[in-house]
């Protein structure tokens, strides 16, 4: 018995062991594989980190599980800026038996904790989610090649965001708080699939409209899933809304692009109470103690086509007998709740939906409300209806629960309308809207709005929209005791005429607790007068010499904090002074985040902007500042929290605002930018056209002088373009490096280089969606002037010395040398220039890119002398000369090429002529026409190619002809020497024979 617990101890040990080391024999072969599949079948960018995959066979036995952090999904072309999916915690349950044989991995489950999924259709019909790749050399008896096998039997959802809009219908759905599992073969091609739903807030949205808004949502459904013809049959649900259920019936179908509906729908249960759960603000936990009496009934339909270019037919109806409720601490009732309606559309051509609201009647209390509206079409819209209320407010609020908030006055409501609606004709219409001694007080703030009256009328009697005139003849409130007053009158709907008087004071903070505004912070006081009177003809024409119009407002310890702007906004004073034309804005003074500004300035065209359409805000301002932060201004959309520039993720590409024309002269002692400090900033800032465009702005900053112009284009958000020329003085090179993406990116021998430098450089591109510059697209074109540098430790010079032996090349000082350079596709090519190191005369020019490729030509003037005999063997070997030391210099072309970090030097060539400077402008010359012609820029045409190989040819012949001259020349002065050696030796030679060798002094003259 011993033996047999002994041996099972031992099995148990090597289980548990075997089930501790499968994760890490195959996390590897797992990775490789999903790597393998993401780039094979998924057109999206898929972000995960590598430490973030882990596998596990004890929380998901028997299967193995996958598990993926912080999973990120981006779309690609138009979705490139929204993520589809992000998803912080990802798991798969994959088949271990499937795993260990390597064929097809197989997932058998999914859970997804806390995702976030956005769902977009845009108007073209075009979907982000249609991210997987077609196979197009697939057949269908061809077998599947794809490494993972969809064996899913059952997936889960924790607290779940799902976002879904179709911008081509329009409709939308938004859930959150969603939990949700599901079961069923996915291998089989027909089962039935269970699935169980839960949203703490959902909303349905169509053109514009919340049909249904932060409702809870509980549905259970078992569908027949038919997947070889793309059919899929409700069987058992149950849909709930609140405490509304709804059952479905019926199918989808999808064996083509179309959706085949053919679906009804009804109300499963017929209490009043169930229907009432949908009203807004009534679901709150004190709804299960509500009385309620009177029955539903409610039914539809959806039958027909859904596509692109056709919509299915619809039809509900919708009818509420005798509903009664009341709350238990309230001491009225809403009675006699009676409504019957329906909507149907039988061919679904939205334009020929008919709305018949037959009947509408409620008490609330002792307030009776009566209405009747029918709505035959869309557009045009046939009209026929009226709604007539006379509303005690203090009795409402005895029926309706208003927790915190009193409420009393006289609402009375008339409104009869008939006719047909379409531009420039109304129905015609009578309605009266009027409030007598309205008062309205939060328990959140103590001072009431009272004494509030409003007289209002709109009158058309025509059918005409020229003939409608709407009257707000009277509008007066006091607002802990400040008064607020005008009136409105709008005439002519087809050319509209407006005068308007609106007086008094409005105290912000006040405002804001009796009508609260979420997630906003408001406060402050505005004291002004406004009168404006005019056509809108004149507007749009810009004849604002016919609009009367003048006031002035004064604000007073304005401050503004919302979700949009978390940093906040202060005004301590200010003063807006308009006419017809503009509004002036005077001594600004205030706060934004923690940045102090100082603001005058100008607004025109206020009016067409306003009230017309595409017309553009003109403005000029000057803005001051001590210290601006611009750090603070960065923050994350989800948190809100500030996220240093240099480590924030692509956030989307900065939009101009269209119909802005505005300039901002700026001038601020200091801007933080990232981890810059910019000194004495002055400048101009202009939008227009949705370009931003940069004057003259100057500014201090890392010990040097910078001055650029240039602009930002936003027009193609896809393809956002920038241009920007500096100017820049007496920059450190280290201090450039590490503060400048593009320098480290482009030239980091910077990094090495001790000293200053200056530069006039264009440069123009496009930026990416991190609104950071696409270095593939950068071209431009400067020059860069060395004011001092210290050059030591680069590799390529250590190379060249180790191979020249001439050590004076690893380590030298440059001043005041400049040289020529060109961007081309996130190339830097140097044009040649050059400079001395001692005796040594260098000639440099190449390329390098952003990957640390270069590719450089260096020639080397050097006195014959410092050659090595290794150097000169090989110099031997490719000039014919065979003793170099009769030579004074000799110039050598070496070829720096590879890995910046580790670069190849090779000897390419050499001369016994100075031709230096030549000889790498002709290399460097091929190589920029090279990088042009792959990058194509500036390209020649067919025309021009011929011109260019002329050229080419001409500037060779001469070249050839200069090297033919020049030799000519060479053996000239040699023969010339020896000549002139003969003779001297003949005369200073004794007269009489000899047999030793004359001595040679030609050396010595």
Known sequence: MRKVFIGLAVFIVVLLAAAALIPIFFKDKIKERLDKEIAKSINARVLYETNNVSLSLFRTFPDLGLSVKELTIVGKDSFQRDTLAYLPDFNLGLDLMSVISGDQIEINSVQMDEPRLKLLVLKSGKANWDIFIPDTAATPEAQDTTDFKMGIE????????????????????????????????????????????????????????????????????????????????????????????????????????????????????????????????????????????????????????????SMPGFGVDLKVNNGTFQYPDLPQAAKNINIDMSVKNADGNIDHTLVDVRKLHLDLGKNPVDGRVVIDGLEPMKIDGNLKAKLDLAEVTKVFPLEGTTLRGLLDIDANAKGVYFENHMPVVTAALNLTNGYVKSSEFPAPLEQVNVTSTVVNRTGNAADTDIQVSRFKMLLDKEPLEGRVSIKNLAQPQFDADIRGVLDLTKLTKIIPIEGTTLSGRLNGNILAKGKMTDVDAGRYGNVQASGTVQIAKLNYKSIDLPQGMRINSAKATFNNEKVALQGLDGFLGKSDVQMDGTVSNYMGYLFSENQPLRGNFSLRSNSFNVNEWMVDEHTGQTVPASTQQAQGVVQVPANLDMVLTTQAGTVIYDNLKLQNVKGKVSLKDQIARLEDVSFNTLGGQFSTTGSYDSRDLIHPKFSFGLDIKNLDFQESFNSFNTIQRLAPIAKLLKGEFSSKFNFSGELGSDMMPVMSSLTGKGMIEVVEAVVANVQALAKISQLTNLKEVQNFTLKNRGFAAEIVGGNLVVKPFDFAVGDIKMTVGGTNNVSGKVDYVVAMDVPSGKVGNALAGKITSLTGVQNLNGLERVTLQLGVTGNYNDPAVALKGSSLKAEASSLVKQVVTSKLEGVKEKYNVNVPTNKDSLKVELARKQQEMELKARQELEQKRQEAEQKLKAEAKSRLNKLLAPRKPTTSTPADTTKKQ
């Open 154 to 309: 059952e997936w889960k959802i924790n607290n779940g965001q799902i976002v879904y809009q179709d911008l081509s219908i329009p409709f939308g759905v938004n859930a959150y708080n969603v939990q949700h599992t599901g079961s069923g073969d996915l291998a089989k091609d027909v089962f039935d699939m269970e699935t169980k739903t839960q949203a703490e807030r959902f909303t349905m949205t169509y053109g514009g409209v919340n049909y249904i808004e932060n409702k809870k949502l509980d549905a259970d459904v078992t569908m027949a899933m038919d997947l070889a013809n793309m059919k899929y049959t409700f069987k058992d649900n149950n849909f709930r809304i609140n405490d509304f259920a709804l059952g479905m019936a019926g199918s989808i179908a999808m064996p083509t692009d179309d959706i085949n509906l053919d679906l009804t729908f009804k109300a499963l249960e017929t209490d009043f109470k169930n229907i009432f759960s949908l009203v807004p603000g009534v679901f709150t936990d004190k709804f299960k103690d509500v009385k309620t009496d009177g029955k539903v009934a409610f039914n539809g339909y959806v039958k027909g086509i859904f596509n692109e270019t």
